[in-house]
C-alpha cells in the first residue's frame, strides 16, 4: 500500500466535480479509512475557464486527457468524460499501457469495449473499476462481484434508467400523455442530448450488458441486449395495468438459461406491491437472485452528482486500500464468449384491445388466443358508451412467438378495432 | 495470493452446514472467481453423530475448537458457534494469535468484544471478518465499509431482527394478539432459545452497534444501545398507527449528533408507503444515508442456511481475493471512544389513549401538551359506544424528555382512563 494516491481526472461535469469535492472535502476521513492519503494530481476538461464551483487551482491542467493519463505523478486515471469511443477510451488504454490503475464511470465504453479492455488492464497488472457506471450511487457491482460472489447468480432484473422510471410514475401520477411529460423532462434536463439513450434504453442496456458479464462469468454483449424503449407506452395501458395490480417500469432482465443468456431491457409489468412496482420518480432498483441468498434489492439514486461521485470514491478507495479485482469478477480470459438465448423464457402477457361490440366477439379473440395453446388467466370487459369494446386480457406462461402468432390470428377474426398493445409479465 | 485457502470451521449449525454446501457443490465457480481453491481441512461442532444431510468423511474432525483454530493446515477459522463468549472467542483469539484470518457470524461476540479482538487481528496482521453477523445475506457490511466509503455516513437505520419484523406483520395481517402470534413464532421455531434476544431487541441491537462502528469510526459500544422490544405492542396499537398511515416496526436507528452517537433499538412508526414501512415477514432492511449518495436501501433475507452461508463466503472469497480489510472500516487503533448521546433527537410523537367522553376532556390534554411545549400535528377521536373515547395524537417534533413530562400531566388531569401508549415516528 502506498501512502499517498495520487489521481488524475479527466471530465468536470457533473460527477468529476462532484469527486474533486469528496476529495477536497474529506482528506482526513478518507485517510483515516485507507491509510493512505488521496491526491489530486492533474485535471482535464473540455473547457479550462469555467467556474464549476471548486477550486482547482492547485492542480495542473491538461488539455489532452491522454496526456493526462500517462502522467507519472498520476497513480490511477480516473475516466468521468463518457462516449464509448474517442478520448474516453484512448485515454483509457493509454493509462493501463502506462501502468495506471483506472477508474470509470463509462458504461457506453464498457458495454463495447469492456472485455478488450479488461484484457488490456490485466496484461499490464493493473484494475478497471466501475461502480459508478451501474445505478448511480448504488455499490451493485462490489455486492454482485464480491459480496455476493459464494452465489450462482440465477437472476439479475432492475430499473437502471432513472429518467425513463420518472417519465413512467409522472405519466401516472399526473395522468400526462408520453409526449407531454418527454417535453417536460426535457425541459427539466433530465435527458440525454440523445433522448434515444434514455427512452429508448439504450443507457439502461449497456448498464444490464455490465451486471450479464459479472453475474454470469461472460463476455460484455451489448447486442445481445434486446432492446425496447418506452415511447410506445400509452397513458391507457398505464391506468389498465394499474387496475390489474401492476406497474409498467422499463425493465432489465438478465438470466442464464438453458437455450443461452437471456438479456432483455423492455416495458415490462411487475406487481404494483413488489419493490419494484414501488418505485417512483428517479430512484434505481436492482433485484439479484442467487441460489444462495435468494434474492437481493438494492435501491437508490441512479444518478446525480453526489451519489456517482460516492460511487467513483469506492472504487478509488479500493485501490488505496490494496483491493485488486479483475473487472468483470474473474480474470478476463476466463470470461466464456456469450451465447444469446433466441427467445425470451416464457412469461404472462398482457394484452389490451379494442373490440367491436358485437354477439361472439370475445369468443373469437379467445379461440385465436387458444389456437395458438395460450390460455387465459385473468380477461375484463370495461363498460362503454360506444360500439367500441375496451378489453384486458392476462395469459397464463406463454412465448412472444406463440403471442405473435396469436395476434395474427386476432386480427383476421375481423372483430379487433385497432391493434392491440401486448406487454411482457415480469414475475418477481 | 495463495493458489489454495485452506477453512476450519467450527459449528456446524444451519450456517456452517450452508457454508460446507457452497463449498463443496460450487469448488469450480469459486476458483474461477477467486483464482484460488477453497478447501475445507477440518470440521468441528459439539455433536459429531448427527446426520447433518452433506458429506464430512473427507474433513478432520476436532472436537475442541481450540485446536481446530490453530491446526497448521487452516488458513481461515470460520467461527459459526455463536455465544459473546466461551469457545467461540477463545478459538477466536486462539485463531488470530496464531496467524490465522477469521470469518464469523457472530454478532454478540462482536458486539461486547469487537474492539478487543480487531486490535487482536490488526497485532497480528490477520483479519477479522463478519459480514453474516449483520441482516444475513445483504452484503451491508460491505456496501457500508466500502463501497459507501467516500460518504459521511449521516444516519443508518433498519430493520435487523426478522422474527421480529414477522411477529409484527402477523399481528397486523390476521388481526392476532402479540402473545398468540408469539406462541406461534415459537412453534415455528423462529425463536431464540432465549426469546428475549428476539422481542426484547437485544440481538438487533448487537447488530445496531457493529454498524453505528463502522458508519461513526466509533468503538463499538453495545451498552450505549438504547433498548426496548416488541412485547408492549398492543394489535390496537398496530391498528391505530395504520389508520394514521404508519406501520410499527421495531427499528435499529443510529446517528452522530452534536450531543454524541444515538442507537437506539425500539418500535418507531415509519410512514407505511416507505421501504421500511412496507416490509413483511422476516425480510430484513437497511437504510444508509451519506452525505453523498443520499440514501442508500438494502433489502433482503435476515437469516437461513442460503443467506447466511452467501454472506459467511462473501468474505471468505474476498481473503482468497486478498481483499485485506481493518475490520470496522479503519484500524482499530484509529476507533475513537463512543460518547454516547443522552438523548435521543426531537421527533413527531405517535399518543393513542382513552379519555372519558366528557365536555373539556380533550381540551384538558391538549393543554397539558402545550404547557410542555408540544404541538399536535394531527388528532382523532373515533365514535364509541361507551363513555371511553379512543383518541389518537400526532405530535410535531419534540423530545422524549417533554413528551415524559407531558404524560405526567396528562395524568393529572383526571380525564384519561389508563395509561397512554407513546411511540417514536421516525421520519425516513
Given at each position: 500500500m502506498t501512502t499517498v494516491l495520487r489521481l488524475g481526472i479527466a471530465g468536470l461535469g457533473t460527477v468529476g466535480t462532484g469527486t474533486v469535492k469528496i476529495i477536497r472535502q474529506k482528506a482526513a476521513l478518507l485517510e483515516a479509512r485507507t491509510g493512505c492519503k488521496i491526491e489530486i494530481s492533474a485535471v482535464s476538461a473540455?473547457?479550462?475557464?469555467?467556474?464549476?464551483?471548486?477550486?482547482?487551482?492547485s492542480y495542473a491542467w491538461e488539455d489532452d486527457p491522454v496526456a493526462l493519463a500517462t502522467?507519472?505523478?498520476?497513480?490511477v486515471f480516473v475516466e468521468l468524460?463518457?462516449?464509448?469511443?474517442g478520448p474516453a477510451k484512448a485515454a483509457t488504454e493509454a493509462a493501463l499501457k502506462a501502468g495506471k490503475d483506472v477508474v470509470t464511470a463509462n458504461k457506453a465504453m464498457l458495454a463495447l469495449h469492456g472485455q478488450a479492455l479488461a484484457e488490456l488492464a490485466e496484461a499490464n497488472g493493473r484494475v478497471l473499476r466501475f461502480?459508478?457506471?451501474?445505478?448511480?450511487?448504488?455499490?451493485v457491482i462490489k455486492s454482485l462481484t464480491e459480496?455476493?460472489?459464494?452465489n450462482e447468480i440465477t437472476r439479475v432484473l432492475g430499473v437502471m434508467n432513472g429518467t425513463c422510471n420518472y417519465i413512467l410514475t409522472r405519466m401516472e401520477n399526473a395522468g400526462l400523455p408520453y409526449e407531454e411529460v418527454f417535453e417536460e423532462a426535457n425541459q427539466l434536463g433530465y435527458?440525454?442530448?440523445?433522448p434515444n439513450l434514455d427512452v429508448g434504453g439504450i443507457d439502461a442496456g449497456h448498464k444490464l450488458s455490465l451486471l450479464s458479464s459479472i453475474a454470469f462469468?461472460?463476455?460484455?454483449?451489448?447486442?445481445g441486449v434486446e432492446l425496447e424503449g418506452?415511447?410506445?407506452?400509452?397513458i391507457e395501458d398505464i391506468h389498465a395495468a394499474a387496475d390489474m395490480g401492476y406497474r409498467i417500469k422499463l425493465l432489465g432482465v438478465a438470466q442464464m438459461t438453458g437455450r443461452g443468456l437471456e438479456q432483455r431491457m423492455s416495458p415490462c409489468l411487475v406487481p404494483a406491491a413488489s419493490p419494484l412496482g414501488q418505485l417512483e420518480g428517479g430512484t434505481n432498483m436492482v433485484v439479484i437472485e442467487g441460489d444462495a441468498v435468494e434474492q437481493i434489492v438494492l435501491r437508490g439514486p441512479g444518478a446525480g452528482e453526489g451519489p456517482t461521485a460516492s460511487a467513483v470514491m469506492g472504487d478509488v478507495l479500493d485501490i488505496a486500500r490494496g483491493t485488486r479485482l479483475s473487472t468483470?469478477?474473474?480474470p478476463a480470459a476466463t470470461l466464456v464468449e456469450t451465447k444469446p438465448a433466441q427467445s425470451a423464457a416464457p412469461a404472462p402477457y398482457y394484452i389490451r384491445m379494442t373490440l367491436?361490440?358485437?354477439?361472439g366477439a370475445l369468443a373469437k379473440i379467445a379461440t385465436a388466443l387458444g389456437a395458438s395453446g395460450i390460455s387465459i388467466d385473468r380477461m375484463r370487459q370495461y363498460g362503454h358508451a360506444d360500439t367500441a369494446a375496451p378489453v384486458l386480457i392476462v395469459t397464463h406462461k406463454t412465448r412472444r412467438t406463440a403471442l405473435n402468432e396469436a395476434v395474427i390470428a386476432m386480427r383476421e377474426?375481423?372483430?379487433?378495432?385497432?391493434d392491440p398493445v401486448s406487454l411482457r409479465i415480469e414475475e418477481v
Open positions: 473540455r473547457t479550462r475557464d469555467k467556474d464549476r464551483g471548486v477550486n482547482l487551482s502522467r507519472d505523478d498520476v497513480d468524460m463518457g462516449g464509448s469511443d461502480e459508478a457506471a451501474v445505478a448511480g450511487g448504488i455499490p459480496g455476493l460472489a459464494g435527458l440525454e442530448a440523445d462469468g461472460t463476455q460484455v454483449h451489448f447486442d418506452i415511447g410506445q407506452i400509452s468483470f469478477g474473474q367491436e361490440d358485437k354477439p377474426t375481423g372483430v379487433m378495432l385497432g
